[in-house]
């Protein structure tokens, strides 16, 4: 309930202005990475360039209130519910991610510039952390898909791995610092930190800014009847679609909106 950057402060440890100064440094880091990520990987030239080329295969102009609706409809959807992971477990598993990092961020930045002794705060801050540990933990234990359908082991880290392990190192030691109050565990929690946030060029960081982009795009998609150049969806139990495609109901029955679980009978732990 206390808030620690301000007892190191008091302690003569850490100067004010120092404090301040890091967090815009990490902040400027993780601009400068993301333009140098779209500038290398060319995200935003390929971004425009196919919405350029899906205008001319769409069906019907998009009003500018239908564009705002869609908007809406990506933030209260794809961005504050995950709605695209079809996965429970891997949807809940990224909310608790998400919030908990926001909150861990935005209270952090509140009580190293204000140094407020709010335990409200400083409660907030200690939520965010373990939320955030929960929910990569849960994440790096039992959903990876490396993990839970090929059976490699957990400890197996990749490149790829950068973004989540920095993250998960960050919350674990600053949960630590705040309860043991050890400074060890603090100068771990700052290596961790200044890692995640300097190394965005080459960790999936960048990615949690694209995301509603592309979510967006393909509401645009789907709307003006462009479809990304892919076919329409069909009726299956139609009787006119089954006369198109007569070998329907060979392989699919005559009710395939019924046709049974699939290939979700099971999880994949066929290693």
Avoid: C
Wanted: aromatic share 16%; net charge neutral.
């Amino acid at each position: 309930m206390s808030n620690p950057f301000l007892d190191l402060v008091n302690s003569g440890f850490i100067s004010h202005g120092a404090m301040q100064f890091y967090v815009v440094a990490m902040f400027l880091f993780v601009v400068g990475g993301t333009l140098l990520d779209v500038m290398h990987k060319k995200s935003a030239q390929y971004f425009f360039e196919n919405a350029e080329k899906a205008k001319k295969s769409a069906t019907r102009t998009i009003s500018s209130t239908e564009k705002t609706a869609l908007i809406v409809k990506t933030v209260t959807t794809e961005v504050l519910q995950s709605a695209e992971f079809s996965n429970p477990q891997r949807r809940m598993s990224h909310l608790l991610t998400m919030y908990g990092f926001i909150i861990f961020v935005v209270t952090t930045v509140i009580m190293i510039f204000s140094l407020t002794d709010s335990g409200i705060i400083a409660l907030l801050w200690n939520l965010g952390a373990l939320s955030l540990a929960v929910g990569g933990y849960w994440f790096w234990f039992v959903i990876r898909a490396d993990v839970s359908a090929e059976g490699n082991p957990w400890y197996k880290v990749h490149r790829a791995d950068m973004f989540i392990v920095s993250l998960l190192a960050m919350s674990t030691f600053a949960l630590f610092w705040s309860i043991t109050g050890a400074m060890l565990f603090f100068f771990l929690f700052i290596a961790a930190s200044t890692f995640l946030f300097t190394t965005v060029l080459w960790s999936k960081f960048a990615h949690m800014f694209f995301k509603p982009a592309a979510a967006f795009q393909k509401r645009v998609t789907r709307a003006d009847g462009s479809r990304e150049n892919l076919p329409n969806d069909f009726d299956l139990s139609s009787a006119e679609v089954h006369s198109r495609f007569p070998d329907i109901p060979e392989y699919m029955g005559k009710n395939p909106e019924n046709m049974g679980l699939g290939i979700k009978r099971e999880e994949p732990h066929h290693y």
